[in-house]
């Protein structure tokens, strides 16, 4: 509650659902009592029209009924009332009523009532005037300089003016360049019109010019479209507020100066009568209507300025002196002298609040009533919170963390892959070691259904494998356009890429401005980084993949692979990748299985993920949906673990060079300083064999940089051969255990989480924290286990025993039943025993050798289906140290 209110003094609601604007408002003696009260005017927009003459009992008191003097109901709605000298021949006050379409004059007189029902006022209508055109706003004066009456300048809704001389109309002027209608108001000390254009500016215009200029009702329409209307009058002055005014008012203090008052949207600005800015105010709060008015200081000017805060602010100038709150918004704001009390602010709101008030402090003190306290049922409030808890996860299992949409994408993706090789290859290098280096085009077309602003697209592959360009920026300015860009990709190393898959990214912003992305995959064919090669009876690594389908001929599943120099062979076949590793593929006669095997661990992926892929799509093809891949040999642990370590090991070299360059680099500054030192004295001493150790040193510097640069090639290598076994050894995994699709993403999220390791962040201790975190969740047994808190930071292993132990014993629980899911129920039930009896992780030295002895056991039982050696067993387990 404010202390600064507006004291009360009258108040009353007129009407319901009525509306009020800035011109319904007006304050006069209209009946010509002569005992200098003025009386309140009301129109409203409902068309009625009253007239208050407040007298309360004490202050604060509402409206009686001997308080409303008139009311009558007009047909058409008020815009504006004025009261002023309008009748010729008398210099009694007359009440003008501006309607849409008509201009009326009335006399408001009263009859001294003898009985106790008082006074009776009744209004007469002294003339009108029909209007041509849709009227906005009016004002009133002496134009021209006439003595003892007012003249009335009615504005138009298309920036015409029309003046009136009292009961006959005079003339009509089209303001030049008027697109919407401003505040006007008159200056009689400079005789001329001011309003504010649909410029934004402030414009003068004399009577003297508005008269002799040509007449705007002899013209013909079209001819006053063609030129202008008003192309003759000429503006007096203009001054450029850069806002659009609310309302303008002109005061004249003396006879030698006025002053223009402007109220913008954002400031108030106060005029000299030629056009200067004598001074402006940026207002805090959106203004709602003013009034200027005497000051008791001389040379300065009050004026009171309603806001849309309720508040009314008076200030001096530019200072502001006084704040009162009042309990609405005013749309118009007058200050009068109401029985014998002069000075009386009275306010109207948009909705018909009508008030009389004057400035001065409330000290009403507020005083918070006392709350009832209550006790919390915390039963009560724990089970609300279960049953929320329990409504969002059920939301979140059904909807997902997005809520899906049926609209249509406002923009399309698709990819296609060219099924020939380039004919003029666009590798840089078109040799990898003897062989030349192909490459496809691919070709990406986008469709948008809206236009769209700057739509970026971004292409990514697999390293090794590049692309001639990766970036492109489409400028989509309307709908239903199609776009299609082309590219290249070609492989740049000795070695093969973890995958074959590419992804095409589209981000853009809707016509609304939230960004959206859209992207689509494409797959590159085998032969852009493989050619046909010789089978190889002897190979160290085997992979055998057992089928519920017949033997299907490799010639047809792989038909660009065929080796037309031996005798065609429809069950062996070799590949070589571009760089020189071998892989063979076998395909039994009699049973339904496949071989893959190579030299190197990580290149049977590839070959064996194609196989798998070309088999359902020929099944597919042939109507068959039963069509299933299963594994049964043992887990290659200890092939996948060499690569772990030798992917570490370079991980471990690349950290020791980077601190040795670093050293190196310390010393090599130090020997600088100390010759320079040396150089800058003006006693020439002995070197002492600096410069010898500078060069020494210099050589030192640039050898370790070539090492960092070697290993660090080397480590991105070894990485990618990693992210190959790794997509190998899951999907071993998979076939072994029948994995769903979603427990196979878990996995994936889990073992490649990384498109590029580095010093900070590695492979090895963010595979290890998810690993970790599987096997204390979903893969977990006993609540002690879920109780044990992993560590928030990641941190680079001493080594990898740690990894390779957890991800041995993530394959034992998967194969005693264990199931991968990321729902919280899973770890919920402490007592939760997994299918097949799953071990817990082992909590002391027993623990350990019944572990120790069961995987041993569990990984011997599975016996190779082929002639080939048997793959090197499982590492005992020796337990996750905690």
């Known amino acids: 509650m404010s202390l600064f209110k507006a004291r009360d003094w009258w108040s009353t609601v007129l009407g319901e659902k009525e509306e009020f604007d800035q011109g319904c408002l007006c304050l006069a003696d209209v009946d010509n009592s002569g005992n200098g009260q003025d009386k309140i005017i009301v129109g409203s927009f409902m068309g009625y029209l009253r007239i208050f003459n407040p007298h309360p009992v004490k202050t604060g008191d509402g409206a009686q009924a001997e308080d409303l003097l008139l009311e009558v109901q007009l047909r058409d709605p008020i815009l504006q009332v004025e009261v002023g000298k309008f009748v010729s021949g008398t210099e009694m006050l007359h009440l003008a009523v501006l309607h849409s379409r008509k201009l009326c004059v009335y006399s408001v007189s009263g009859t001294l009532g003898n009985v106790e029902h008082g006074n009776q006022y009744q209004i007469k209508l002294m003339y009108e005037h029909n209007l041509q055109r849709t009227a906005c706003n009016m004002t009133y004066g002496s134009f021209g300089g006439v003595r003892g009456r007012d003249l009335i300048c009615i504005q138009s809704m298309d920036g015409m003016l029309m003046v009136f001389e009292q009961e006959s109309y005079a003339f009509g002027r089209f303001l030049p360049g008027s697109l919407l209608p401003g505040p006007l108001a008159y200056s009689s000390r400079t005789d001329s019109f001011i309003t504010v254009s649909s410029c934004r500016q402030v414009e003068s215009y004399k009577y003297q010019v508005l008269a002799f200029a040509t007449d705007a009702d002899k013209r013909q329409e079209t001819e006053q479209q063609k030129l202008g209307s008003g192309k003759r009058l000429v503006v007096d002055w203009t001054l450029n507020i850069g806002e659009q005014a609310l309302d303008i008012c002109i005061m004249s203090f003396n006879q030698s100066a006025s002053s223009v008052f402007v109220l913008g949207e954002r400031n108030f600005f106060c005029l000299k009568d030629n056009g200067q800015i004598q001074f402006m105010k940026k207002l805090d709060c959106s203004p709602s209507c003013f009034l200027p008015y005497c000051s008791v200081s001389e040379g300065t000017i009050n004026t009171l300025i309603g806001n849309h805060s309720s508040l009314l602010h008076v200030y001096q100038d530019v200072t502001l002196k006084w704040a009162s709150q009042l309990p609405h918004v005013p749309v118009a704001v007058r200050v009068g002298s109401l029985r014998d009390l002069k000075g009386v602010i009275v306010t109207l709101s948009e909705d018909g609040h009508l008030q009389c008030s004057y400035l001065g402090t409330d000290p009403s003190l507020f005083q918070a009533p006392k709350v009832e306290s209550r006790e919390l049922n915390y039963d009560t409030l724990d089970a609300e919170l279960k049953e929320l808890q329990r409504i969002i996860k059920d939301v979140n299992k059904s909807q997902g963390v997005w809520p899906m949409t049926e609209r249509e994408d406002d923009l399309t993706i698709s990819a296609v ?182 030299e190197q661990f990580e290149d049977l992926w590839l070959i064996t993920n194609e196989l798998i892929i070309r088999l359902q799509e020929y099944f597919e093809k042939q109507g068959s949906k039963d069509f299933a891949c299963s594994f049964s040999g043992s887990m290659p642990l200890q092939e996948y673990f060499a690569l772990i370590d030798h992917h570490f090991e370079l991980r471990i070299n690349g950290e020791k060079l980077e601190e040795l360059l670093s050293e190196r680099a310390v010393q090599f500054r130090a020997i600088q300083r100390r010759l320079l030192t040396r150089f800058k004295d003006k006693t020439p001493a002995p070197l002492q064999h600096l410069d010898t150790l500078l060069d020494g040193t210099y050589k030192q510097v ?181």
Request: net charge neutral.
């Open 702 to 882: 640039m050898a370790l940089a070539d090492a960092v640069e070697e290993n660090q090639a080397s480590v991105f290598q070894a990485f990618s051969r990693l992210r190959s076994a790794t997509h190998l050894l899951l999907l071993l995994v998979g076939l072994w255990q029948k994995l769903s699709a979603d427990q196979v993403a878990i996995l994936e999220a889990a073992f490649l989480p990384l498109q590029h390791d580095t010093q900070e962040l590695g492979w090895e201790e963010t595979v290890d924290a998810a690993v970790s975190h599987l096997l204390k969740t979903c893969l977990s047994k006993s609540s002690k286990e879920q109780a044990l808190n992993l560590s928030s930071q990641l941190s680079k292993p001493r080594d990898t025993s740690r990894l390779k132990k957890h991800i041995t014993l993530l394959c034992d629980r998967l194969a005693k039943g264990g199931r991968l899911c990321l729902s919280t129920d899973a770890a919920a039930p402490p007592t939760m025993v997994m299918p097949g009896g799953c071990a817990p992780i082992p909590e002391s030295d027993l623990e350990e050798r019944a572990t120790e002895q069961d995987s041993t056991e569990l990984f011997s039982s599975h016996k190779h289906l082929t002639a080939e050696p048997p793959t090197p067993e499982v590492a005992p387990l020796q337990g996750v140290s905690e």
């Open 417 to 598: 892959v060219s099924p020939d090789f380039d004919s003029v290859s666009q590798a840089p290098d078109v040799e990898v070691g003897t062989d030349l280096v192909p490459s496809v085009t691919v070709k990406v077309t986008l469709q948008n259904r809206v236009a769209l602003q700057k739509a970026k697209l971004s292409v990514y592959v697999q390293p090794p494998l590049v692309l001639s360009r990766d970036q492109f920026t489409f400028e989509l300015t309307a709908p239903e356009m199609t776009r299609t860009v082309a590219f290249s990709v070609f492989l740049k190393g000795s070695y093969a890429p973890p995958e074959l898959e590419g992804n095409a990214v589209v981000s853009y912003a809707r016509p609304t401005g939230i960004p959206r992305v859209t992207q689509c995959k494409f797959r590159l064919p085998l032969k852009l980084i493989c050619l046909p090669g010789q089978p190889s009876k002897i190979a160290s690594h085997k992979l055998t993949i057992d089928t519920n389908k017949p033997p299907v001929s490799l010639l047809s599943l792989f038909p660009g692979f065929a080796n037309q120099s031996e005798d065609e062979q429809v069950n062996v076949m070799g590949f070589r990748f571009l760089g020189g590793s071998q892989v063979t593929l076998l395909a039994s006669k009699t049973s339904q299985r496949y071989r893959i095997q190579s």
